[in-house]
């Protein structure tokens, strides 16, 4: 389950307008609306298809793990490539600290 903070904020980060993430859920722009705006909670369900359909355009949802919950961006293929690249350089292990 996501919260109507998480919806607005996968929404913000995907750039969907509740239109278009309404089409794409098969879940009313109205029912969007109150939902982002805590005003009312929908049903298990249409929250799930609501995350779904974030989760296809490419928000990651992140659960309670002690630091509270969130959303992000996944990465592209080509930017985890670079990352895996970046991580398997090698080299002198040395100190971070500036003199």
């Known amino acids: 389950m996501i919260t109507g903070s998480q919806c607005r904020a996968g ?38 298809a609501l995350k779904a359909a974030l989760e296809d355009l490419g928000a990651v949802f992140i659960e309670e793990n002690g630091g509270g919950i969130g959303v992000r961006l996944k990465f592209t293929e080509s930017e985890a490539r670079r990352i895996a690249r970046l991580e398997g350089e090698g080299g002198l292990v040395a100190s971070d600290r500036v003199p």
């Open 11 to 48: 929404r913000a980060l995907v750039e969907i307008t509740r239109a278009k993430l309404a089409s794409r859920s098969a879940v009313d722009e109205d029912v969007i609306e109150q939902f982002e705006r805590k005003l009312e909670e929908p049903a298990p369900e249409t929250i799930s």
